[in-house]
């Protein structure tokens, strides 16, 4: 049966790259969860538009899955094929197509990484500020599915507000060019902004034009050492109020203890429970003297223990790597990762209620607390005991997200902020959105993809 559907694939589209060795299987079925065993039924590797568009055409025929694929650095599973569907790789449709000077937009295809993207505007003395770790990896379809976050949203936001237009193939395989890159368009529904965050269920993304902007002033970073958890947030107040931020994150002990072990330098002799690593402008004396009156000022207060200013471009590096490099720090102990938000203004109430909790359900478990708290973004994660079976791990955790799902709910949060639902939220959708709002999505979905064929399974049943 699946050699048959392949070969109809192979006579309807003779130069489609294909790729069906179990290496290949294997390493196109997955995402950064470890989770499912992956089990596509081969791999796809369109190189135009029309390959696209004629893949869709097929699996309306065959009734097969499709799952897009780009740079697989996914934390949901939305990436994730083990349910013999065809994986779609943007890995070939990786060009730069255009930049337009007097737009500022650049229009790539979904496969460009977000690294490639960020070297290209600054070659044009532009900048793509959304940002995050896995920027050499991920490409820009797979930002736009998860509408993804990442280190600046408290300047820049999400990548929602950068996506001046985007290119795609329907579950139907229409071809939708979707806002043109226009600033505006009051012409009725912005279908754009519904594929930006749609995790690969209605469609393929085949093209995207983004905007850019000017490079912002000179920039320091600054590590801080808080002795409490509950002054989080007037540290984060007093800073903003004062300086110019472009980035404001936290990680506790245990998330350096990790990362330090992962090869990060510590710049500090004495170990402290809460850490924060934050941006801000610098370019001007003024500025400069704003940031040392404000680490005075929280050091009396007593809000901050100790501190450390990047001196040099390598200093603010390896500042930011304390940070960054969390998140492969823990990879090998196949964390339980929650991504939850609040409003900002939520956070307090919300950190107090979640932390009662998360030490009440996780006592046997290593908990590593992180994230773009600036942006009422937290990552929780879990780490797992060598000697615990997956399984069992993983249905403890549930356990516990049940619970915190309910807190996020009577805080007004969501379960998602930056990662997207995929696979591994899907339980918790109806604690972040209301029946009324997932029966129209369910309605969105079905008339984009009548058949079902767009990574089934993912963000809904
Ligand atoms: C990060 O901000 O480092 C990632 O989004 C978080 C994670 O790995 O859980
Ligand atoms: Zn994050």
Known sequence: MSALVLED???????????????????????????????????????????????????NANEIALVPSGGRTGL??????????????????????????????????????????QNTAREHGLIYPVDFAARGSAAIGGSIATNAGGIRVVRYGNTREWIAGLKLVTGNGDLLDLNRGLIKNSSGYDLRHLVIGSEGTLGIVVEATVR?????????????????????????????????????????????????????????????????VTEFDAASEDQQSAVLSAFESLLEKGLVLDGVISQSDAQAAALWRLREGITESLAPHT????????????????????QSLLGEAYPHFEVVWFGHIGDGNLHINVLKPTELAMQAFVKDCEHVTELLAQVLHRHGGSISAEHGIGLVKKKYLGSTRSPAEIAVMRGIRQVLDPNGIMNPGKLMD
């Open 76 to 117: 949901s599973g939305g990436a994730v094929a083990a349910q013999g569907e065809l994986v779609v790789s943007t890995e070939r449709l990786n060009k730069v197509l255009n930049f337009d000077p007097i737009d500022r937009t650049l229009t790539v295809q979904p496969g460009v990484p977000i690294e490639v993207l």
């Open 212 to 276: 850019l902007t000017e490079p912002p002033p000179l920039s320091n970073v600054m590590l801080l050492a808080l002795p409490s958890f509950d002054g989080l947030m007037q540290v984060f107040a007093e800073l903003r109020r004062r300086l110019s931020l472009s980035a404001f994150e936290f990680f506790t002990d245990i998330a350096l203890k990790h990362v330090c072990a992962h090869g990060a330098q510590n710049p500090f002799r004495e170990v402290h429970p809460y850490y924060v």
């Open 335 to 354: 964390p339980y990762k929650n991504d939850i938000s609040v409003r900002v203004s939520a956070m307090p109430a919300f950190l107090a209620e979640a």
């Open 9 to 59: 694939l192979r006579q309807r589209l003779p130069a489609l790259l294909l790729k069906t060795d179990p290496a290949d299987l294997q390493y196109y079925g997955r995402d950064w969860t470890r989770r499912w065993t992956p089990a596509p039924l081969a791999i796809a590797l369109p190189a135009s538009i029309e390959e696209v568009q004629g893949i869709v055409c097929w699996a």
